[in-house]
């Protein structure tokens, strides 16, 4: 039986794929690091028949994701679960106070984890690390973003390893990048990556993820 | 000066790319093929500064190109300027008799080129070879649609041969596909590239214009 991977998150994850239209399979997947994977993989090893499912939404917490578990993952039954959330809570934190701060977000994490096993003990987690990157004038904005999310980084971290789950290490892959060229040219508001950002991610989550394909 | 590379064509280029908003840069070049080729070569080379623009349209024939050329092509002012165009006018002449058959097809092309060659001398154009694939269901479709496409992709070809163009030929490639796996794996609906799809055309991309990049 072939492969399921999932993709969950926030607008990252999204890249403006369309909701609607089941039948339309051009826009099924939007323009993000999960389309990169998806036509990699699936190019490459069309034996392997893998599918890809996306149901990132722009502006998700992981509260949100909470929100919709159900139906939008465990009713999918994914094979391999890849999950990147986090800036949306801290953003929203400084924002209005409705976002998911460090133990929270564990506590959450590890909800979403639990289902997910429950509903199949052989799922493969990918957890991605949540990330941000200061950008010319929104130099206060980012840095005000990072106070909240570093600390959830580290349970990102903590939790992928508690839960056997795959961790890729994202923020330490644009403060790298940041050293080639200019931060816009990965992240041009300091928390959505560029078309060559979503290539860095796609490149790592291809390369912790090769064992587990 | 960085290269400007711009992407012309219908739907299978335009990849739901958003039309306004031009501060979001989420969203501007869709997903398609063009996302794939800036994807790569804007994060594997962030030296050379490539730049990017996608101008694809859903629905568009070769005349609608040549009706929103100035705008859309030669006021950009690309360095390389890659073209992909001709299945809707093989569609809309069985639909309703709107488009444009091989000879006319041909004409307006040339006009396309010698504008954007007039525009700017050094221009380096990509022509890529319509194409479409036989899918389940669509055989008839498909196979009609054909009869009139097929001398397309032969001017295509001549046309890049008279104008110092590169070639990319596509159909082939998608012919060679559909003997490792169904054709819907790659087109699923003989016409829409999958994400799969998309990348075989960006591998072919990439690979033909290598030197001019």
């Given at each position: 039986?072939s ?19 089941d039948?339309d ?15 990699k ?6 034996e392997k ?6 149901r ?5 917490r ?13 009713n999918?039954?994914?094979d391999?679960?890849?999950?990147l959330?986090?800036v949306?809570?801290a ?14 977000y564990?506590?959450?994490y590890?909800?979403?984890?639990d289902e ?19 950008v010319?004038?929104?130099e206060?904005f ?20 508690r839960?056997?789950?795959i961790f890729?290490p994202?923020?330490?892959i644009?403060?790298?990048a ?6 816009e ?8 990556p ?6 860095l991610i ?6 912790y993820c090769?064992?587990?394909?």
């Amino acid at each position: 039986m072939s492969k399921l991977i999932l993709f969950q998150g926030d607008s990252i994850t999204d890249g403006g794929r369309i909701r609607t239209n089941d039948w339309d399979l051009n826009h099924q997947m939007g323009h993000s690091y999960p389309f990169l994977i998806n036509a990699k993989l699936g190019s490459e090893y069309p034996e392997k028949d893998f599918r890809f499912i996306n149901r990132g939404i722009s502006g998700n917490r992981i509260a949100d994701l909470f929100g919709r578990w159900k139906e939008d993952t465990l009713n999918h039954n994914p094979d391999i679960l890849s999950i990147l959330v986090g800036v949306n809570d801290a953003y929203f934190h400084t924002h209005n106070n409705s976002g998911s701060l460090a133990d929270r977000y564990e506590k959450i994490y590890q909800l979403l984890i639990d289902e997910a096993k429950e509903n199949n003990p052989d799922i493969k987690i990918v957890i991605c690390e949540p990330f941000a990157l200061s950008v010319k004038d929104k130099e206060d904005f980012i840095e005000n973003i990072m106070v909240y999310l570093k600390p959830m980084q580290e349970k990102a971290k903590l939790i992928a390893e508690r839960n056997n789950a795959i961790f890729i290490p994202l923020q330490k892959i644009f403060d790298e990048a940041a050293e080639k060229k200019e931060t816009e040219y990965w992240i041009w508001d300091g928390v959505h990556p560029t078309v060559c950002g979503h290539q860095l991610i796609a490149n790592e989550w291809l390369k912790y993820c090769k064992d587990i394909l």
